[in-house]
């Protein structure tokens, strides 16, 4: 059986603000990548149904350990830019909120 590796690959750049004290051990530009076992080329439908399933699984698993591993690297981020982000997030908000009072009041 000819099984072919594909990849899910993910990369990200981070741009902190310029008062961030960078941990050593995050990376402002990463790229990870996740095997992925492709199907192999199948004669019949019923190996061509099972082998389908196998890639799903494993896509499947793929995609749940990028979740973790960006989840991990993406809080180390956010713990280390700190308060810094705090305004910002505060603003967008209230424009939200106003717009929502805006609604409210043409009714």
């Given at each position: ?41 199948l ?19 793929s995609?749940?350990e ?42």
């Open positions: 059986m000819d099984v072919r590796s594909r990849e899910l690959t993910v990369t990200y750049k981070i741009v902190p603000p310029p008062s961030t004290v960078t941990p050593p051990s995050l990376s402002q530009e990463t790229t990870h990548r996740f095997s992925i076992t492709s199907l192999p080329d004669e019949s439908k019923e190996d061509a149904d099972s082998e389908l399933k196998r890639y799903y699984a494993s896509l499947r698993a995609i749940a990028a979740r973790t591993k960006l989840g991990e690297e993406l809080t180390a981020w956010r713990d280390a830019v700190g308060n810094t982000e705090l305004g910002k997030e505060k603003s967008v908000k209230t424009e939200a909120d106003d717009e929502g009072e805006e609604e409210n009041a043409e009714e």
